[in-house]
């Protein structure tokens, strides 16, 4: 099956320096022949988020406002990834910065596009199991966090109840389960 090919890109908004964002028009071709002439395409930087669980088993998570969700959300260690950075590599230094932990076990839950239509980067999703924590935070997010350790219990009751507000958080803590779930019947 062949998919939609780009014809043309023609860049219209730069927000600051364009690290974060960027949006562009494209011109798509389909292959029944169908051309879309302004196809809206969102340029944004891949990123990786990480469900952390300890040694004694607890989830390493956040409670935090975030600037597109009503109230509080509980969240997990995300960032961007740097330039020439591998997503594990990002991973491990988020998890260090944001939280202090670090972690013996890590596996890649996978990558996925974040918009299928729109582009807006990839999300890289981990689980990184036997953390231990290392050293005081030194994050510079922006919004006010509360570091919360969760036991297994809580995190499923918070994901059923939508209390992780943000789609790629939620879907980390789903995955990371279901490789917990996996792994305990092996």
Not at 106 to 128: C, I, Q
Request: hydrophobic share 45%; aromatic share 8%.
């Amino acid at each position: 099956m062949e998919g939609p090919r780009t014809l043309q890109r023609t860049h219209l908004l730069t927000v600051g320096d364009g690290r974060f964002l960027a949006v562009e028009s494209h011109v798509v071709a389909f292959p029944d022949g169908a051309v879309v002439e302004d196809w809206g395409w969102v340029i944004s930087p891949d990123y990786i988020n990480v469900v952390a669980v300890t040694e004694d088993e607890h989830f390493v998570c956040f409670r935090q406002p975030k600037y597109a969700v009503a109230g509080l959300s509980l969240g997990v260690t995300g960032g961007y990834i740097e330039a020439g950075e591998e997503p594990l590599a990002a991973a491990q230094r988020e998890l260090l910065e944001e939280t202090g932990y670090v972690a013996d076990n890590w596996r890649h839950l996978g990558s996925y596009a974040v918009d299928g239509n729109r582009g807006a980067g990839t999300a890289h999703l981990f689980l990184a199991t036997a953390a231990r924590w290392q050293q005081p935070i030194d994050a510079d997010d922006l919004e006010e966090q509360e570091l919360l350790l969760l036991d297994r219990e809580s995190v499923e009751r918070a994901l059923l109840a939508g209390e992780f507000k943000v789609l790629p958080w939620a879907a980390n803590v789903a995955l990371a389960l279901v490789a917990l779930n996996n792994a305990q019947a092996t």
